[in-house]
């Protein structure tokens, strides 16, 4: 079955304890990126990369970091997480041309 | 201003009726335009893509675009209960499309 895949599903730490949210997808898809959504303030766009070794910062990249050493994986890393990072984060990826294909979703908490 | 705006709703209509849904963007530079729809608790799922103006339809889902009015609007006809959901328009910021910019979102609730 054809999907984006993150893990884990929930996720709760404490500030300032490196934390990695992993993403895999399955499709060969050549772009992928990462969103977290909040309340009101709906779904942004951290980071996003073109193909492995190629990633660029979306609209809110402070706190994080992202590596494509491989073409399927995207992982997401919150090397000192802090509680405004508390979030539900989306991994997704796409081909040209179309849409992306969204993840379940990582939750996470930071206290 | 929001780059991607959208009325929050919620947008109610009966079963079986046509529901619309709109959206506005900031940037004309804009090329390609994406709906997805999104359940409670739930991943958004892409349900249409326009890229050039006119209607483009699939199935009861009907997405429009004009770019010289810088809307895109989701017709949905026959709404069913399980069309309840909230949508998001979605709008590229950059050529090759991967910077996608999503708007708040259309909370639509279809009663029986």
């Known amino acids: 079955e054809a999907q984006v895949t993150q893990n884990p599903r929930y996720l709760i730490t404490v500030t300032g304890k490196k934390l990695t949210v992993t993403c895999s997808q399955n499709?060969?898809?050549?772009?992928m990126s990462w969103y977290r959504q909040d309340p009101g303030l709906g779904l942004r766009q951290i980071y996003y990369?073109?193909?492995?070794?190629?990633?660029d910062k979306g609209d809110v990249p402070e706190g994080y970091k992202v590596s494509r050493k491989e073409k399927r994986n995207f992982p997401l890393i919150l090397e000192s997480p802090s509680p405004n990072q508390t979030s539900l984060y989306f991994c997704?990826?796409?081909?040209?041309?179309?849409?992306?294909?969204f993840g379940s979703g990582t939750r996470l908490t930071v206290v | 201003q929001k780059e991607v705006e959208q009325n929050s709703g919620p947008l109610s209509v009966p079963e079986g009726a046509i529901a619309s849904l709109n959206c506005t963007y900031s940037?004309?530079?804009?090329?390609?335009f994406f709906w997805y729809r999104q359940y409670s608790g739930k991943s958004p799922e892409l349900i249409m893509s326009?890229?050039?103006?006119g209607d483009k339809e699939d199935g009861r889902f009907t997405a429009q675009l004009n770019k010289a009015s810088q809307y895109v609007s989701l017709l949905i006809r026959d709404s069913q209960p399980s069309d309840s959901a909230t949508y998001l328009c979605?709008?590229?910021?950059?050529?090759?499309?991967?910077?996608?910019?999503f708007g708040g979102g259309t909370r639509l609730m279809v009663k029986p």
């Open positions: 990369s073109m193909n492995v070794e190629v990633t």
């Open positions: 997704a990826s796409r081909q040209d041309p179309y849409g992306y294909t």
């Open positions: 326009i890229y050039s103006n």
């Open positions: 979605a709008v590229n910021r950059d050529n090759a499309g991967n910077m996608l910019t």
């Open positions: 499709m060969n898809h050549e772009y």
């Open positions: 940037d004309r530079g804009s090329q390609s």
